[in-house]
């Protein structure tokens, strides 16, 4: 029976292993290394069933570290947003590492009323308290079963939409519940059953934390959609004026026709020529992509560039690309373009040129963002130097809007040309 149990044990802890690493994996991307992959569930397992002991220090902080190695180690992500791991995720596997294991302890010594050492002698002791060992590690299991049921539906959301200040703040939060139960557990007093209230009230915080970090992406979202909304109704607006503007056009268009027609000077004509050319040209900046989105946001970079005297040139087939959201497509297109034509107003008028070119290849979107760059270009953001501090804030931006649909995007500067090429696997 004893032998049984402890393979019912053995299962249940690397089931616990299982739901804990899925839930690793849906807040960081694991590295694309097969090898790695194994070695990081497997390792995880070792953390996962870790026993932090009172009044150790080197329990303490040596499972702190390997947590923390293992993250950096195993998953990509940001500093901060590996810290953020280790700052929600270690004190709540400490604190029900704890509970299970004291809580089943103290039941054993309740029921048996004998300890550890007198059901080492016994059998029948023995398989009591391996009857409330795997009693403990079930319990556990279905902790972190409810915990990924839980968190499933946003972890891998908040990850990807929250800023570095944003994480600080959530950090700042945590950080009271992590040092909370490091010291509770290092200064551990003679009952402790007082630690109790303290490990749930950090199991609490750091799930809170998970919702808070929610929160602030559905809230990013909803002012995000509502932006989006009042661009769209601004857009729509303007076709609406440029309609009517297409009657007047048109009318005007007439009158000119029968003054060119009846054989006015060179001059007269040339002067019709440039007013028709000037009524129309606000007619140039609509761009058909086949994503509505996407046309909004070209036909309003289109003109800014055309204010700064700025060649545009749209070559952009959307159609079909529907798996992106409207807020990854304006971080891609919008920061390259801004890009470009800040990088253009410091050029002479006849080397100011943008053109940008998006198409569908076999399984694959490309998209390419082209313009002149000056003598000291950075070879990475395609500024001056002196408009690196700006632009960095623009590329990782487009990275990681690149790098969550599976993307990669590379920036070369080469006879006086920089060049942003994206690759994204259609899925």
Known sequence: MIRFLEIVSFVLAWGYTLVF?????????????????????????YLADSIIYSNDLGSLLGTMALFFAYIVLFYHGTFMEKISVLLV?????????????????????????????????????MLISTVFHTISLLLRLLFWIGA????????????SHLNTRTWLIIDMVILASFVAIFTIIYFMPEDTAIVYPICGASIFSSFGCMYLAAYIYDSMQTAYRIQQMETQRNYYRERIKDE???????????????????????????????????QIADYEDYVHTGNEFLDIILRNKA???REKQIDFSAMVDFNGIDFMEPFDISTIFGNALDNAIEASE?????????TVRAERIRDMLIITVENHTMPDVSPVEGTTKKDRFIHGFGIPNIKNAVEKYGGQCSFRQENGTYRLKIIIPLP
């Open 21 to 45: 690493f899925l839930i690793l994996r849906a807040f960081l991307p694991l590295r694309k290394n097969l090898f790695l992959k194994i070695a990081a569930f497997v390792v995880c397992g």
């Open 89 to 125: 995720f270690y004190p709540a596997l400490i604190a029900v590492n704890y509970l299970m294991l004291d809580a089943g302890g103290r039941l054993f010594r309740i029921f048996s009323q004998a300890s550890y050492d007198e059901a080492l002698k016994s059998p029948g002791l």
């Open 148 to 159: 990924w049921l839980i968190l499933r539906k946003f972890l891998s959301k908040i990850t």
């Open 244 to 278: 009517e503007r297409v009657r007047s056009v048109y009318h005007d268009l007439k009158n000119h026709l029968l003054v060119l027609e009846s054989g006015q000077t060179t001059e007269a004509a040339r002067q019709m020529a440039q007013t028709l050319r000037s």
């Open 303 to 305: 003109a800014n560039a």
């Open 346 to 354: 410091k050029l002479p008028e006849e080397l100011r040129l943008i």
